[in-house]
């Protein structure tokens, strides 16, 4: 007897006896003669049981089989008749005629059948079958070929898999830490690590070279489509490289994945962060949208007897717009002013664009300089949609967004590119200074001078089709410039040695220039499987408040352990 994978089954396989395990699919009793489908990982065959009551000469009684029992059976291939070949799987032309079975297990009634389109909560409850349909292990095979061709990858360019520290030490770096406590240090926790950023700079700092790891990362942060609280990350990190090395080696591998998954990558546009920023609103431009950029038309309106606009440039506002193409019907144009104000503008001007002529409910109120000006700066025909918020750039990139995917504006395929030269700071709600990347991105210039607040950062992003599929930066290796880089953001020298002290130590001892890159491996996978959340490419990923539905965790623990770790509920 042959064990074999079922979809390399075809009719070459004629007249030979194999012995295929897995779960009965779906059972069709015809009188008589009772098929079945037996599925496994590797695919779905057809079987073929001579008769459907007890002693058939099967070895057993097929009557008694159901949906999702697991069984082992034995039979010789066999052609299926012209009219009942099924071309929609690879063994649709056989099928396996049970010469004996064995029922392994059987099963209790079914929630749903793997497969079946039901809620979160149910689909997650009862992860195991969920994940028995083929979509779930087809993305299940893909993650581990991704895993593999990277492993393969770095290794063949002489990185070493370094495992770094699950428990470690809780730094401000982002997002919220999730936090173990320490029973041999009472009052004292561990943190899971948000990335192994810092352990890679120092076994950079340790002569490791070239370091790349496959890791679990662990960030308590509000979930999305693209967040989970524990995710993987494909990590990198390079001694003595430059930003161009660091590019470089990252794409040939992306390039390297895209080709193994059967899609055609073209290169990759250069863009700087500012150029990212004026002319599509964000920095992870979406090049794939069919519609016009953005625009600057501050200077045209500055004067404009159109108050909306004028008054708002002497607060300092800008006014940003941009040319959708196509005609747009009255509830077309409403609904996009309802969109821009759940964006957060107070209001959105249109105007149609056809020829020569403007149209707008405020026409009159432009000079014709400023609609020649307008005519100059967008054409074709269509609508320009304004507007003029304290963030109106960013704003208009998302109703760009918005709009182009509702009419269909996409171009089919994939549009890479490099996002380069963010800043290296940026003001939070406070006016503070906070890192754009993270406190250990290297300035590009003097981060001593009086300019160092409004510096850029060795930074590079890798964006496809709007999405960051991952991000990386050339590091700051030396202490003295570190701690400076922890003074602008006004961190005390007693918080920054009491969190990063090991870091300076490191630093101090002679750490050669390094950078690195890290792949939100989750992501990547979505892309290339062109698939909606991340969730589909995670065996046991949480609800959207970060609850698993199948093992109840987060779960209250008894009181003896609380003790042992020296903690109390807040009830207690």
């Known amino acids: 007897m042959e064990a074999l994978s079922i979809n390399s089954i075809n009719a070459g396989y004629e007249n030979r006896d194999i012995e295929l395990s897995g779960w009965i699919d779906s059972i069709r009793d015809h009188g008589g003669v009772m098929f079945a489908d037996l599925r496994n990982r590797s695919g779905k065959i057809q079987l073929v049981f001579d008769s459907s009551g007890k002693d058939s000469g099967c070895g057993g009684d097929a009557a008694a089989l159901r949906a999702e029992f697991v069984v082992r059976v034995r039979g010789s291939v066999a052609r299926r008749p012209e009219d009942s070949v099924n071309k929609k799987i690879p063994t649709g032309e056989v099928e396996l005629k049970v010469s004996s079975f064995e029922i392994l297990n059987?099963?209790?009634?079914?929630?749903?059948?793997?497969?079946?389109?039901?809620?979160?909560?149910?689909?997650?409850?009862?992860?195991?079958?969920?994940?028995?349909?083929?979509?779930?292990?087809?993305?299940?095979?893909?993650?581990?070929?991704?895993?593999?061709?990277?492993?393969?990858?770095?290794?063949?360019?002489?990185?070493?898999?370094?495992?770094?520290?699950?428990?470690?030490?809780?730094?401000?770096?982002?997002?919220?830490?999730?936090?173990?406590?320490?029973?041999?240090?009472?009052?004292?926790?561990f943190a899971l690590p948000q990335s192994p950023q810092l352990f890679k700079q120092l076994l950079m700092a340790s002569g490791v070279e070239r370091y790349y790891q496959i890791t679990r990362c662990f960030r308590d942060e509000d979930l999305r489509s693209d967040r989970q609280p524990e995710f993987t990350q494909i990590d990198m990190e390079m001694s003595f490289a430059a930003s161009s090395d660091i590019m470089e080696t990252v794409w040939n591998l992306v390039e390297k994945i895209f080709t193994a998954f059967e899609h055609k990558l073209p290169p990759a546009v250069l863009m700087k962060y500012e150029e990212a920023m004026a002319s599509y609103g964000s920095d992870k431009p979406d090049m794939s949208l069919d519609t016009g950029l953005l625009a600057d038309i501050t200077e045209i309106f500055r004067k404009s007897e159109f108050k909306v606009f004028s008054s708002s440039v002497e607060k300092g506002n800008k006014i940003a717009a941009f040319l959708c193409r196509g005609d747009f019907s009255r509830k077309e144009l409403d609904d996009a002013v309802e969109d821009a104000k759940k964006l957060g503008a107070g209001g959105l001007v249109w105007i149609k664009k056809g020829g020569e002529e403007l149209k707008c409910p405020v026409a009159k109120l432009f000079s014709d300089d400023e609609k020649n000006a307008l005519k100059?700066?967008?054409?074709?025909?269509?609508?320009?949609?304004?507007?003029?918020?304290?963030?109106?750039?960013?704003?208009?990139?998302?109703?760009?967004?918005?709009?182009?995917?509702?009419?269909?504006?996409?171009?089919?395929?994939?549009?890479?590119?490099?996002?380069?030269?963010?800043?290296?700071?940026?003001?939070?709600?406070?006016?503070?200074?906070?890192?754009?990347?993270?406190?250990?991105?290297?300035?590009?210039?003097?981060?001593?001078?009086?300019?160092?607040?409004?510096?850029?950062?060795?930074?590079?992003?890798?964006?496809?089709?709007?999405?960051?599929?991952?991000?990386?930066?050339?590091?700051?290796?030396?202490?003295?410039?570190?701690?400076?880089?922890?003074?602008?953001?006004?961190?005390?020298?007693?918080?920054?040695?009491?969190?990063?002290g090991f870091l300076l130590d490191a630093l101090s001892y002679g750490c050669p220039p390094h950078g690195g890159f890290a792949f939100g491996m989750e992501r990547l996978a979505v892309k290339l499987l062109g698939l909606d959340s991340i969730k589909d490419v995670i065996a046991f990923p949480k609800t959207q408040n970060a609850f698993c539905p199948l093992t109840h965790a987060p779960d209250v623990v008894s009181k003896r352990q609380l003790r042992e770790l020296g903690l109390k509920t807040a009830d207690e």
């Not at 299940?140 to 428990?167: H, K």
């Not at 993270?438 to 607040?453: L, Y």
Request: hydrophobic share 40%.
């Open 106 to 189: 059987g099963a209790l009634p079914l929630p749903f059948y793997p497969g079946e389109k039901v809620g979160d909560e149910a689909a997650l409850k009862y992860r195991f079958l969920d994940l028995r349909s083929p979509d779930m292990m087809r993305n299940l095979e893909a993650v581990d070929r991704l895993m593999r061709i990277t492993r393969e990858y770095f290794s063949q360019l002489g990185f070493w898999d370094v495992p770094t520290p699950m428990l470690t030490k809780s730094t401000p770096e982002g997002a919220r830490d999730y936090l173990v406590p320490s029973r041999t240090k009472p009052g004292s926790f």
């Open 376 to 500: 100059e700066k967008f054409p074709g025909d269509g609508v320009i949609f304004a507007g003029s918020t304290g963030d109106s750039f960013a704003l208009m990139g998302e109703l760009r967004k918005i709009l182009a995917l509702r009419r269909g504006l996409k171009k089919e395929g994939f549009f890479p590119v490099w996002v380069v030269e963010a800043p290296l700071f940026e003001k939070n709600s406070e006016g503070r200074l906070q890192a754009v990347h993270h406190p250990f991105t290297a300035p590009i210039g003097d981060i001593f001078s009086d300019e160092a607040a409004s510096l850029k950062s060795h930074s590079y992003d890798l964006v496809i089709n709007g999405e960051e599929i991952g991000g990386g930066s050339i590091r700051i290796h030396k202490a003295r410039e570190q701690i400076r880089v922890f003074e602008l953001m006004g961190i005390s020298g007693n918080e920054y040695r009491e969190k990063f």
